[in-house]
């Protein structure tokens, strides 16, 4: 499957003994490094794939269709934006959880929590990200900028929300819903409450909503213990003795939304074919044979289950629109 190449190249040129990113680093940057997650490297694939559901959903819809020459150069500074952005809130989140990832095995050796770092020191080198990320945004049209920055901020909003809601993985998923809505703008899509594309373009965003809440619900399985003892909300603590039903039930919830989205905007058999099956074979695989008392096995499914259902997404609207392309040409 090309995702999992793509995981294992990412994961060997930053975990390889030879090719290892704090080999190549001084000492003192390497508590910097680490608080940007450069080292793990397959969480940038997620918001990079759910943004390019976004634009290859706008890129089919367009009137005209946008050229492939000009989709390619909206992907590029798109990617780039989303690269330093995720970084940067990375960074910003491990300066405002430092106190509860003392508590949490897996975190406690992060920069800030172990003392490497000071939260102040985090939050002025995760300004600096932000502002490279501002600038890196004003490569996109206009039109997008507002959006970008609400996304922004509803991911800055993340770390606060395990304080006080059960519910923070829909806080997260709800900035890429707000990012298809983005990518619209981008390509010239108008996507306003009265437009025809509203509709799909919400029942893709909340889709991808849910597919994030999924996959991190499965992923927080491993701290599931910890978050109890040290007081962080998670959906994780809510689901009961049978989280699977829960997520059998919002996986069925998406294939809904995907079905509605292509419904709504007359796709063709290719969508429901990929984006439709192909992200309900992988999310069915990954909630039927996660065993969530394992940590290893939830961090394994939360990387190829929760990016693999996106690539689908993503991969039957590339597809679409090249179709449309070709006919439309």
Same mark, same amino acid.
């Given at each position: 499957?090309a995702?999992?190449?793509v ?10 003994p030879d090719?290892h990113?704090f080999a190549?680093?001084p ?19 997620m918001?990079i794939?759910?943004?390019g559901?976004g634009?290859?959903?706008a890129?089919?819809v ?7 020459s000009e ?5 590029w500074?798109s990617d780039?934006?989303l *690269?330093i952005?995720r970084?940067?809130l990375?960074?910003?989140n491990?300066a405002?959880?430092?106190e509860?990832?003392r508590k ?9 929590a172990r ?8 939050l002025?080198?995760?300004?600096a990200q ?6 890196a945004?004003s490569n ?9 920055v ?6 800055m909003?993340?770390? *606060?929300a395990k304080?006080?809601?059960h ?5 997260m998923?709800?900035?890429f819903?707000?990012?298809i809505f983005?990518?619209?703008?981008a390509v010239g899509?108008?996507?306003? *409450?009265e437009s025809e ?6 029942f893709l965003g909340?889709?991808c909503m849910?597919i ?8 927080a399985?491993?701290d599931i213990?910890d978050?109890?003892?040290?007081g962080?909300?998670?959906?994780t603590l809510v689901?009961g003795?049978?989280?699977k039903?829960w997520?059998?039930t919002?996986?069925a919830?998406?294939e809904?939304?995907?079905l ?14 990929v984006?439709?099956?192909g992200? *309900? ?5 990954m909630?039927?044979?996660v065993d969530?008392?394992?940590?290893a096995d939830c961090?394994w499914w939360?990387?190829r ?6 690539f ?6 590339y597809?679409?629109y090249?179709i449309?392309?070709c006919l439309?040409a």
């Amino acid at each position: 499957m090309a995702i999992e190449q793509v995981i294992r190249l990412a994961e060997r040129f930053f975990t390889d003994p030879d090719h290892h990113i704090f080999a190549q680093v001084p000492p003192s940057w390497v508590p910097y490094v680490e608080l940007t997650r450069l080292n793990q490297p397959v969480g940038a694939l997620m918001p990079i794939l759910l943004y390019g559901v976004g634009l290859t959903f706008a890129a089919c819809v367009s009137q005209p269709l946008i050229p492939m020459s000009e989709f390619f150069v909206l992907a590029w500074h798109s990617d780039i934006w989303l *690269f330093i952005m995720r970084h940067a809130l990375c960074t910003f989140n491990d300066a405002i959880d430092y106190e509860y990832d003392r508590k949490v095995r897996r975190c406690r050796l992060r920069p800030v929590a172990r003392g490497a770092i000071t939260p102040e020191r985090a939050l002025q080198f995760s300004a600096a990200q932000l502002i490279l990320g501002a600038y890196a945004l004003s490569n996109l049209p206009r039109e997008s900028h507002g959006l970008g920055v609400i996304t922004t901020l509803i991911m800055m909003i993340y770390p *606060f929300a395990k304080r006080f809601t059960h519910f923070p993985q829909l806080i997260m998923g709800s900035s890429f819903t707000v990012s298809i809505f983005m990518a619209c703008a981008a390509v010239g899509v108008d996507a306003s *409450f009265e437009s025809e594309q509203f509709p799909s373009a919400l029942f893709l965003g909340v889709a991808c909503m849910l597919i994030v809440a999924i996959a991190d619900t499965i992923y927080a399985y491993q701290d599931i213990r910890d978050d109890a003892e040290a007081g962080i909300k998670s959906m994780t603590l809510v689901l009961g003795d049978r989280p699977k039903t829960w997520l059998w039930t919002l996986t069925a919830a998406v294939e809904g939304l995907l079905l509605m989205a292509g419904h709504q905007s007359n796709f063709s058999p290719i969508y429901y074919l990929v984006s439709c099956g192909g992200s *309900f074979v992988v999310l069915s695989a990954m909630i039927a044979l996660v065993d969530l008392r394992v940590a290893a096995d939830c961090r394994w499914w939360f990387k190829r289950g929760g990016t693999g259902s996106v690539f689908a997404i993503m991969l039957g609207l590339y597809i679409e629109y090249f179709i449309r392309l070709c006919l439309f040409a």
